[in-house]
């Protein structure tokens, strides 16, 4: 479980976060969304214990982990995979070395048992492993690099937190149609705690079971697709207005998604 409770962040003088507070339960699945710049991977950082919070508390696992000592910090990171922006792969090392690298620092495995679970872990992310292992980075396709990344964060330490940022940036509809189907997979498979940092509202939604919306360091929305969609504060609307068209459509068709889901797992359907 993570919470943030009235989180305050500043990069100097530059105020960047204010009274941020939210939660993401065991299991959950949580979009943050919210323009360029409003402070979103910041939170993520926070979560990772990477900056600290000048105002609250940020509690990873039941720790405030702005208040551990580094040690204790990294131990805490083992259960939290993190996907960067852009997937941030090593340009220079081949794709079972990116997989494994963790492993590779931090264990002492022996090379041909990490190259196994590399391999293994490829196909788990939907990659065929002896076409792809061998290859560097540059010679993969944008969505088969972020499917590396992903795996890559989910060898390093078996996590049970993922956080995502802006997993889809860059990608075309199809990949990014994709990419979703497996943090999406993965979240139900693994019983993950998922939080993804987006500004693609549809990506969120395709996704999320909650929504908060970060603008300018500030929390204006935390809540249901619902809740979401029925938002009457003007800050919300703004934010949604240019994608309204868009999002409208895919909540309807995710919400008519869900009644259905709903419908074919009751009690009655089963029997
Ligand atoms: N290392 C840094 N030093 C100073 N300012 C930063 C740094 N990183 C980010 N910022 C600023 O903090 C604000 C929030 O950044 P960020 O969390 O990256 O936003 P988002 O992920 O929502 O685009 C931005 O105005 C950004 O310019
Ligand atoms: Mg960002």
Known sequence: MIQLRSVSFAYGEKQVLQGVSFSVDDGEAVAIMGPSGSGKSTILRLILGL??????????????????????????????GMVFQEGALFDSLTVGENVGYYLL????????????????????????????????PEQLSGGMRRRVAIGRALLSTDPTIMLYDEPTTGLDPRSTHNILGLIEQLHREKNLSTVVVTHQIADAIAIADRYVVIIDGHMVFDGSLDELRDSRDPKVLSFLAPFRASVTGVIESRLSDVVAQNESESPQEES
């Open 105 to 136: 620092e931090h264990s002492k495995l022996k090379w041909e048992e990490i190259d196994q679970r590399a391999c293994r872990m490829l196909g788990e992310v939907g990659l065929n492993c002896d076409e792809v292992i061998d290859l560097l």
């Open 51 to 80: 900056e600290n919070a000048s105002d609250g508390e940020v509690i990873v696992d039941g720790h405030d982990i702005g208040k551990l000592r580094e040690s204790k910090r990294r131990q805490i990171r083992k259960n939290i």
